[in-house]
Structures are given as C-alpha cells and as structure tokens.
C-alpha cells in the first residue's frame, strides 16, 4: 500500500452575510484509505442502467440536495496546495532545509515541522522557483516570473525583487535561472542562460551566459567566457563549466582549461581550487586534481547525472542521476550508493556529510534521506501533487476529480482526507458526472481501450457507442446517458465529425450534430427546461445549437469573430443560456433568451465591476454559480438565485495561477481548485 499524503492546509472564514467570524484554527486534512460505498447491480448488458442519475432527482445530480437551505453567500475557506511537483533544488542551513521547485518552497525548520510558502504579494507572481541558498531570514532565491530570471531576497516573512537578468535576445523564451551560491552575506552569485526557444529562423539567440555578484551592496554584472551552465565558489575563485567548457575567475579574468573536448557539462563541484569534479550528460565525468584534468565516466554511461555534491574531502562526492541512482566516489572508483527507484533531480548533504538529501519522485514531489555510509534510504516528505482537469461533489465532505492523464489521476476526497482514487483504469477522464459513489466518467479512446465508465468500488466499462472517439461531455437529459465528442478518423475525408449519443441502459441511439465547419467536435453539453444545448468546437469559429426533436437547430453566434471561441456554457432554462466568451483578448458574459444574445454585465451592473467571468455550474433549479478567471489577480465568485446575482468574497490567496480554473457545487458547499491550491467552501446554514 502506498504511504499516504498529509497535505498542508490553513484556513480562514469570510462571513459577510452572516456577520460570523468561523475560524478553524485546527482545521487539516489528510488522506487514508476510504470506503466508497455501496454499489447497484449491473444490468445483464453490463451496463449499470440503474446506476444512470435520474435529472428530475437533485440528490442524483451533481451538485446533490437542494442546496436552498444553505446561504451560499456565507461560509468558510479551507485550502490544500496540490501543485507541488517539481522540487528541483534542495539547500540545507544546519538542520534547516529547503527545496525550491514549481510555485512554492518547502521547508523543514530544525524542529522537524515542515511548511510550504508561496508569496502572493508580488506584483508578477513567481511561476517556478530555481535555486535559494543562505539561512533563514536571510535567503537569497532565484527564480522566474514570466520570461523574467529574478534574484528575490527573503527575509523570513516576504519576497523582495533585487536583480532582474536582462533578456538576451527577443527571440529567446527569456531568460532560464541555473545556479545560486554565495560565501556569506555580501558575496552571492547568480547565473542564468538564454532559454533559445527561437521561433523563427535564423536563430539569433546567443549562446552565452549572465552571472551576477551581489556584493553586499549591489547586484553587478560579470563577463562570462561562454554559456556557463554551472558554477561552484571556492575561497578564492569561481569555477565554471559548460558544453566543452571549464573555466577559473580570479576576480578580474577567466581562465579557460584546455584540451577537455567537447564534453557536455552541467553540473560542478569544487572542494578548492586543486580538487574539482565536473559532470554531465550521458554519466561523463571531468576531474581537476593539482591542475591536472582527467576524463571519467560512471559504470553506466548512459545516465545522465542531474546533481553533482562533495563534503569537504577529496574521497568523499557524490553525483546523482536522473532515474534514481545515487553513486559515491571514495577516492579510487565510483560505485552504487542507492538506487530510489524513482526519477532524482536534486541532492544536498548535511553539514556533517553523514547524510545526503535528495529531490524526485515521479512529479518530483518526494524528499529522501540516504545514509552516506550504507546507502540506508528513507523518505522524509512527500508533498500532494494533485492535477484537476474536471472534479463533481456531492457535499463538502464529499467530491471526486479527475485529470486525463496517467498515474495518479483520479483523486476522491472524503470527511477530510484526500485519496488516489481508481488506479488500476490508468487513466483520468475528461468529464464526469455525480454522484461522487456512482460517476460517470467520459475519457479518450486514444491510449485507452475503454471511453466511458461506471465508476465505484469496481469500475465498470459501458459500451462506447463508437469505436474510437474523444470523448468530452457526460450530461443527464431524458432519464438517459448523453455523450458528446468526437470520433477519430484515419481515412480520407473530414479529419472528424461530432457525436451525440445517449444511453437507456441498454443500448446507444445516435443524436449526433450535423458537421458544419471542418473538423467540428462536442466540447459541452448542457440542459435545462428539457432542451438539450451543445457548444461545437473546431478550426473555425465556435458555435452553439440545441436539439429539437431529432433536429439540431443552430443559435446564432454573438460575435462576428470568424475565431470565435467558447469559454464555458450553462443553462438555466429552456430559453436562457448562459455564455462566457474569449474577446478582445479578454472574457465576456453573455445571455441567449431565447432569441437574440444580451450583454450579461449590462443586466448586473455588480458583474461589471469583476474581471473575467469564466466558468459555471448549475446546481439546477435555474440556479448557477459562476467563477472567474484571472491570471492576475484573485479569481472571483458569483451566485444566481434564479433572479439575481449575489457577489460571493472569496480570499485574496485565491489567486489565478495561470490556468483555467476548475468549480464544483454540492448541496452544502464547494470546492474550487485555482491551479495552486484545491478550495474548500462550506456555506454556512441559513
């Protein structure tokens, strides 16, 4: 059985409703082993038909039981950081650790308790963390916000730009941060490289480097010989290497070692000036010994070493490589230290060189302890790395998500724990559909031989209704199963057409939209006063239609935009749907009522004043919520009675990290997952 995941969770209340203040200094969630209760039978077909959620039945629904009874505009926040893959440096200070990676860095204080923190206060916000070096309350980090390499310096509460490496070219992605190192609080180093992502051709993009010195004063500039990709202190110099590159600065001058070759090197580690170890791709190796430089090479060429450490003797390094082999040199030869049985990325030793630290795991989300004496490894941390691509929940207690990847995909949260849900499908899922005990999940057929599924204890396939499709809307409509997608054509012709299909628990009947544009797909589907609306994606513009009978009826597009595209849409009666649009590149709300398209922040004026109205669900009843997306700033909220609008407080914290945002609605609260953190919302009682 895999170890669970104790994810780090605060909380905080906004009440402003009902004029409480509910916090829940203790509130914490955690994942064990969950029951996922009882299942229906099976219909002879295989196909569970009395397993179908029956629309006319609001526990059956998505959202669960009338959520009237609650005052949604009231509530507590609970949060849970889930992207925490990418931990792609470790840093010790005594018994402090840090590992930086992704948007986030973890911490374990000398007491053993460990920490996340994220800045939220910055005016560009960091999207991936390099490098941190220094003790606490006074560290040095290195990392990238936009295209930008930045130099933070943190102060034990806050991060504070100091240096901002120039971009080199405009053709390049920007610049990419590679090493941070310093020798005390007024000698630090910082270097970064060109990304030379080129999008056209010739490629302009120049092949050296940026290093800067922070000299307790200022951050200056420092020539460099080449394209360092590392750098190493002694007490007296700076080492370097790159692709067939080593180099000494003395303080005013480069000094290049010759006769190396055309070696491939990206990592360095200096002892002093006469015991240096360079390495690289495939296993190479370079020794510098008393200014003598030697070729080596680990016994398996082929890996390629991602960390490269020493302590304090010329017998006593280290070099990790990408899979999870940790290799130890003992002054005469390389030999296995540990293997993880994972991908590595990072590795830090302890002060007293009897340990080492290292970074990995499948997301890199994993933090072991290896014993430098016997290779003894034993995990330390792991952190949650949750992905949410579409998520449903009956209550606050209860909710499932999924992303359509392989692992660990499908994720269940249950009276406060989170755990990996159906892992033996492989697979996640493009939509679903509740209750969370008896899903529907909808996926494609690409890298998985079965496209909808009847998820519980034991999932169970149900007939797909074509061969090989993409599947990505599940919708109750009729007392029956609606699919929407598209199918997969290798032969000549179009390169695929949309389907509709529904399911009465026996067979499949065909509904699907005639092929207006090239290459259309059902990207959604939704319903309400017993209409059936689908959103039809393409190479062209967007556009929207409803089944009339058996007849698809089309709905004008509210944009001329011969590039139209949909956010997101809902209905909440047979004439009112609701649209977010991608404009001027912006978002807009719009309303069809029935016969021609309306302004939606025109009709509420408080809709007006929020940024970038993105994504809806309807707990049913005409009743909608509405979330935004904001790349920003701090995604907003909205609630629909059925009248009105009500603008719902939403935490600062909440923030859009650059993604679109994903919003589930049970019957007494909701979960948002804002690319960073999943949110927990439970409405207080009315």
């Given at each position: 059985m895999r170890r669970p995941i104790v994810p780090l969770v605060f909380s905080l209340s906004l009440a402003p409703a009902c004029g409480k203040d509910r916090v829940d200094p203790g509130a914490g969630e955690s994942e064990s082993e969950s029951d996922d209760g009882d299942r229906a039978s099976e219909s002879e077909s295989g196909a569970p038909a009395s397993d179908i959620p029956d629309p006319s039945d609001e526990t059956e629904t998505e959202t669960g039981s009338d959520e009237r009874e609650f005052d949604p505009a009231c509530g507590e926040w609970t949060s849970t950081l889930v992207d925490a893959e990418h931990l792609d440096e470790i840093a010790l200070d005594g018994e402090d650790l840090v590992a930086t990676g992704g948007r986030s860095l973890v911490e374990r204080s000398d007491g053993g308790e460990w920490s996340n923190y994220v800045d939220f206060s910055l005016e560009n916000p960091i999207f991936a963390y390099h490098e941190v070096w220094g003790p606490p309350g006074d560290r040095w980090v290195l990392a990238r916000a936009s295209l930008e390499a930045t130099v933070y310096h943190h102060d034990g509460v806050s991060l504070t730009p100091h240096a901002v490496f120039p971009n080199l070219d405009p053709q390049s992605g920007g610049m990419v941060p590679r090493e941070l190192v310093g020798r005390g609080p007024d000698d630090v180093w910082a270097l970064a490289i060109p990304s030379c992502m080129c999008f056209f051709q010739p490629c302009t993009c120049p092949t050296v480097s940026e290093l800067l010195h922070w000299d307790g004063q200022d951050w200056w500039?420092?020539?460099?010989?080449?394209?360092?990709?590392?750098?190493?202190?002694?007490?007296?110099?700076?080492?370097?290497?790159?692709?067939?590159?080593?180099?000494?600065?003395?303080?005013?001058?480069?000094?290049?070692?010759?006769?190396?070759?055309?070696?491939?090197?990206?990592?360095?580690?200096?002892?002093d000036d006469d015991e240096i170890w360079a390495a690289g791709q495939a296993g190479q190796l370079m020794h510098g010994s008393g200014g003598v430089w030697t070729s080596a090479a680990l016994p398996e060429p082929t890996a390629e070493i991602v960390a490269l450490e020493g302590h304090a003797a010329a017998d006593r390094v280290w070099a990790l490589e990408d899979y999870g082999e940790l290799w130890a040199y003992d002054g005469r030869a390389w030999t296995l230290l540990a293997e993880l049985e994972q991908d590595a990325s990072a590795l830090a030793v302890t002060d007293d060189?009897?340990?080492?630290?290292?970074?990995?795991?499948?997301?890199?989300h994993v933090i072991w302890q290896v014993d430098a004496a016997d290779g003894t490894v034993t995990k330390l941390h792991e952190r949650p790395h949750i992905g949410v691509y579409t998520m449903i929940a009956d209550d606050v207690?209860?909710?499932?998500?999924?992303?359509?990847?392989?692992?660990?995909?499908?994720?269940?949260?249950?009276?406060?724990?989170?755990?990996?849900?159906?892992?033996?499908?492989?697979?996640?899922?493009?939509?679903?559909?509740?209750?969370?005990?008896?899903?529907?999940g909808v996926r494609h057929t690409t890298y998985s031989p079965e496209g909808i599924w009847q998820l519980g204890d034991d999932p169970v396939p149900l007939p797909d209704p074509i061969e090989s499709g993409q599947y990505n809307a599940v919708i109750d409509f009729e007392d029956q199963l609606w699919v929407g997608g598209r199918d997969h054509h290798w032969t000549p012709g179009p390169l695929q057409t949309p389907f509709v299909y529904a399911f009465d628990g026996t067979s499949w009947t065909d509904h699907s939209p005639p092929l207006v544009g090239s290459a259309d797909a059902v990207e959604q589907l939704t319903t309400a006063g017993g209409r059936l609306f689908a959103q039809l994606g393409g190479y062209q513009a967007d556009r929207l239609m409803y089944l009339d009978g058996d007849d698809w009826v089309v709905i004008a597009n509210p944009s001329a935009d011969p590039l139209l595209a949909f956010a997101d849409i809902a209905a909440t009666a047979a004439d009112r749907l609701w649209a977010t649009i991608y404009e001027d590149g912006g978002l807009r709300l719009l309303l069809w009522d029935g016969v021609e398209w309306q302004d939606g922040a025109s009709l509420w004026p408080q809709l007006a004043e929020q940024c970038c109205w993105h994504s809806f669900v309807e707990p049913g009843d005409g009743r909608l919520w509405l979330l935004s997306s904001d790349n920003d700033g701090s995604e907003q909220l909205a609630y629909f009675d059925g009248d009105d609008w009500t603008i719902v407080d939403t935490p600062e914290t909440l923030h859009g990290w650059g993604g679109q945002p994903k919003l589930a609605v049970g019957a007494d609260g909701l979960f948002i997952y804002d690319g960073l953190y999943i949110w927990r919302y439970a409405f207080c009682p009315a």
């Open positions: 500039p420092v020539d460099t010989p080449g394209q360092l990709r590392d750098i190493a202190l002694t007490e007296t110099g700076v080492w370097g290497v790159g692709h067939g590159l080593i180099a000494r600065y003395d303080g005013h001058s480069w000094t290049l070692v010759d006769s190396i070759g055309s070696v491939q090197l990206e990592h360095v580690w200096a002892r060189g009897q340990h080492l630290m290292v970074a990995g795991g499948d997301y890199r207690d209860h909710m499932l998500l999924s992303t359509p990847l392989a692992g660990r995909a499908t994720w269940r949260y249950t009276d406060g724990e989170w755990q990996p849900a159906h892992e033996q499908l492989g697979r996640g899922f493009m939509a679903l559909r509740g209750p969370v005990d008896q899903a529907i």
